[in-house]
Each structure stands twice: as structure tokens, then as C-alpha cells.
């Protein structure tokens, strides 16, 4: 089993989106990187749920790889945002996951409080300029930003 951290705007898609859709396909991922991230996922990989740019900004739920990777259909629909004139159908350029609500976290575990815990130094997250949507995150750490939130 991995562990995982996706990257999500409150406003855009948030944990409690997730709890109430219980299923989704994680799609619009744009970076090669992150793409690469996301067909390296498993089913029953566990995965943090991260708000970026909200109010509060930081860990706020887990989730699990429920379905692996997958060539992401917006990359072919001209009215999508996410539409990618360049990927074929024979052979697709991105990819997705489907994740499912486990829980949503009663403490969010901010990004202040994280960059703070000297166990989580070496995440990927505080590495100075990562702004990926995916990435991996270590056992340890994983176990960190639980123990951290209360769970």
C-alpha cells in the first residue's frame, strides 16, 4: 500500500463535495509529474484530502483509491476546461483515479502546522516550490498527519 496527498480548492471541489458524492473520479490533473503520481496509484492506496487555497488551508479528510488510473475523458471534450487538442484517443496523454470518502477529519491539520513538525520536514508538500495536486507522502508521515488531526 502507498499514500497520497491530492490537492483540492475549498471552492472548487471540497471534502464535504467529497463526502456527499462518496465516489469521484480525480480528473484535470495538467502536470506530467502529478500525472505519473496518479498511474502509480492502487486500489486501497490511502489518500489526504488537502484544501489549497481557502480559508483555511491544509489537511482536512482521507480518502482511497477506489478505481486506477484511467485515461481522464476531458482531455478529449473540446468544451471542458481541460480539453487537451494534443491527446489522442489511441493514445491518451492524461490520466485519472477514482477516490472515496472515508472520513472527514474533526481538526484540520494546517499547512503552518505542518511545515512546523520536524517529522514532517522531508514531505513533499513543504519542499520549496512543490505546487502539485498529487503526490506521494511517506508511511511515517501519513501516520504524522493522522496522529496530528485527532484520528
Not at 490533473?29 to 503520481?37: K, P
Request: with cysteine; net charge positive; hydrophobic share 35%.
Amino acid at each position: 500500500m502507498k499514500y497520497w496527498l491530492v490537492k483540492s480548492e475549498a471552492d472548487v471541489y471540497s471534502i464535504y463535495d467529497m463526502e456527499k458524492d462518496e465516489i469521484t473520479f480525480w480528473d484535470g490533473v495538467r502536470n506530467y509529474q502529478a500525472r505519473n503520481f496518479l498511474r502509480e496509484m492502487k486500489i486501497g492506496d490511502k489518500v489526504l484530502f488537502y484544501h489549497s487555497n481557502s480559508d483555511v488551508i491544509g489537511v482536512v479528510g482521507l480518502c482511497e483509491v477506489v478505481k486506477e488510473s484511467y485515461p481522464d475523458f476531458t482531455q478529449f471534450d473540446k468544451k471542458s476546461k481541460y480539453y487537451d487538442p494534443k491527446s489522442k484517443l489511441d493514445n491518451p496523454t492524461w490520466f485519472m483515479v477514482d477516490i472515496k470518502f472515508v472520513k472527514k477529519f474533526k481538526r484540520t491539520v494546517t499547512l503552518e502546522e505542518i511545515k512546523k513538525n520536524s517529522k514532517l520536514k522531508n514531505m513533499k508538500l513543504v519542499q520549496k516550490g512543490n505546487r502539485l495536486s498529487v503526490m506521494p507522502v511517506m508511511k511515517d508521515e501519513f501516520d504524522e498527519i493522522i496522529k496530528m488531526a485527532g484520528e
